[in-house]
């Protein structure tokens, strides 16, 4: 009897011994998300059990690679209608596809400071590109990496004006940089120029300091920022002859009239109006004049022979074909398009093949299975919707970027992530998947949650947007507003008080303002008061008329 009780007793205990066990492995299991704190908890059991310290956790590597101005139109992954993107669709297919990915102000140096520090540009105060200095003193994701021991490095375009900060190592262009044997910014200050293309020498720096100039003996954190896409779009010369046969239809809304649209109609981002026949198309010819041709004389003056002569061979003849035909009206307007598309089309195709260069090198070295590889642009950009290049306002095509991911081993989250995200929320999750407690004065929302495909309760209903570089190139008016699901309203003020809203549902392309419809009455109520909940919250009230 006493034995029977004791047997029970004995292999209760045991019972519970395997039961702590499990639940403590799989607690261990789950700190693989938050690596360092996990190799904590393994090296504090080591210690109270006195005995054999099992293997070390390794912690996770992140590889953020951040393109300009490249929009998910332009994406296989995303939409399948223009171009194929082989090596992004990798990352996508191996990991995770955000489908409602958006910035917070859509404009490159707004955009970037947003990204590092995870809050709005009324935070950050990096308002916009043609006014503002980052102030390099304030918190960042790179700098609190830093703190737990991350190697953290940027190689490429940076846009912040200052200089960075946070970064063991780092090597920028400065601003916009050229696609052609551009000048780098050293981390000693110095301007060096290198032979090649822009997209392969950015990649080529950041192989270099994966294999030769981090400590391999700690985790990294590596922001590969390209200058491709940017406006003008010049291709590689190996890529110029590419994508020639290729036709495409003119968005359905590419003659929009803006009706009801007051801001819209006084853009100048226009293909028909605003794109210049040489700087944007190539059109060079020494008769002929333009107000941007003699910058692109510049971008091709910084040509070697070869290049310049590659160049010339195949502009030469569209060049001539092109003053020939001298198409005008609509033909014109679907030449330029089909010439914009193409050129944008070779700019991305280098681009894809570098990311695909990336990829492999984490594979040949083992580190694919241990890194998290983000693949984002710093907004999204008009591909002849609504007439237009560029981007800044709030609109789908521009307040949209692509976000893909492609996961550690741990995470077996695949396929598509539905909810809304923004770019302040890249900070957080960055620093979350470090194991790094995210800092109260951050705006974002860790997407950790999402990636261990979760579905957490009470995410965000809405986004918040402002862009304020007005006046300026583009003539883009100031705006704020808020997006939900299914509903978007935007502010235009300064020198204009023009309120827009927007049925997603049933109006995608945003051609139908029904601010002054009252079938929308109680949606402009509650939009209005989610707009005001967002500025308090964010602490934007400033700009509020
Ligand atoms: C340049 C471009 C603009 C573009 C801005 C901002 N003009 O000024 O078309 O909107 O950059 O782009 S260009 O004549 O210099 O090409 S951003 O992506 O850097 O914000
Ligand atoms: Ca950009």
Redesign the pocket.
């Known amino acids: 009897m006493i034995c029977g009780s004791l047997n029970r007793w004995l292999s209760s205990i045991f019972a519970t011994a395997i039961l702590y066990k499990i639940v403590f492995m799989e607690k261990l299991q789950s700190n693989l998300f938050f690596p360092l704190a996990g190799v904590a908890a393994i090296a504090s059991l080591a210690s109270c059990a006195g005995k054999q310290k099992p293997a070390e956790q390794q912690p996770l590597n992140i590889v953020y690679i951040m393109t ?2 490249h929009t998910a139109q332009m994406m296989s992954c995303y939409d399948t209608r223009y171009m194929e993107t082989p090596n992004l669709d990798r990352i996508a297919a191996d990991g995770v596809r955000f489908t409602q990915s958006f910035v917070a102000n ?6 970037r400071a947003c990204m590092i520090t995870g809050k709005h540009s009324c935070a950050n105060k990096f308002y916009d ?1 043609t006014t503002c200095v980052f102030d390099s003193s304030q918190q960042t994701f790179p700098k609190l990496l830093r703190k737990v021991g991350y190697q953290t490095a940027l190689v490429g ?1 940076w ?1 912040l004006e200052s200089l960075p900060s946070g970064f063991d190592y780092w090597q920028i262009v400065p601003g ?1 940089g050229d696609y052609y044997n551009p000048d780098f910014i050293t981390q000693d200050n110095d301007t060096i120029q290198k032979h090649g293309y822009i997209t392969n020498l950015i990649t080529d720096d950041a192989l270099d300091w994966m294999e030769n100039k981090r400590d391999k003996e700690k985790p990294f954190c590596l922001l590969i920022h390209h200058k491709a896409i ?3 779009w010049m291709a590689d010369t190996c890529n110029l002859a590419l994508y020639e046969d290729k036709e495409f239809a003119l968005p359905d809304n590419f003659f929009d009239d803006y009706n009801g649209r007051e801001a819209a109609a006084a853009q100048e ?1 226009s293909i028909v109006k605003d794109m ?1 026949m040489i ?2 198309l190539k059109m060079l010819r020494p008769d002929k004049e333009s107000r ?1 041709k003699s ?1 692109y004389e510049s971008f091709i003056g910084r040509m070697d022979e070869g290049q310049r002569a590659a160049w010339d061979a195949f502009y030469g003849p569209v060049i001539d074909d092109f003053y020939q035909k001298n198409p005008q009206g609509k033909d014109l307007a679907n030449w330029k398009f089909q010439r914009y598309m193409r050129d944008y089309m070779k700019t991305v195709k280098s681009l894809d093949d570098n990311v695909g260069r990336v990829l492999d090198y984490l594979e040949e070295n083992g580190l694919l299975d241990n890194t998290l590889v983000v693949y984002t642009s ?2 999204g950009f008009y591909m002849g919707e609504h007439g237009w ?4 306002f709030m609109y789908e095509e521009s307040m949209r970027t692509p976000l893909i991911m492609r996961l550690p081993k741990e995470f077996d989250r695949k396929g598509d992530i539905t909810e809304m995200v923004q770019n302040i929320d890249y900070a957080p999750t960055f620093l979350e998947l470090a194991g790094v407690k995210v800092p109260d004065d951050i705006q974002g929302v860790s997407l950790l949650p999402l990636l261990k495909g979760e579905k957490p309760a009470g995410w965000r209903r809405s986004l918040y947007y402002h862009f304020y ?1 007005y006046p ?3 003539m883009v008016k100031r705006h704020y507003g808020v997006r939900t699901d299914r509903y978007k309203l935007i502010h235009f003020y300064n020198d204009i008080d023009a309120w827009e809203l927007y049925d997603l549902e049933k109006d995608p392309a945003e051609m139908h303002n029904v601010i002054n419809d009252p079938a929308y009455s109680e949606v402009l109520a509650d939009m209005q008061a989610e707009l005001k909940k967002l500025q308090i919250q964010y602490n934007d009230t400033d700009f509020v008329k």
Request: negative net charge; hydrophobic residues 20%; charged residues 40%.
């Open positions: 300009d101005d859509s404009l490159s140096g707004p955009s590109n375009k846009h916009q940017h406006r003008n981002m210049d700087y944007d941007l910058l710093d907004q290049f560029d981007k800044r570089e300026a190139e583009h």
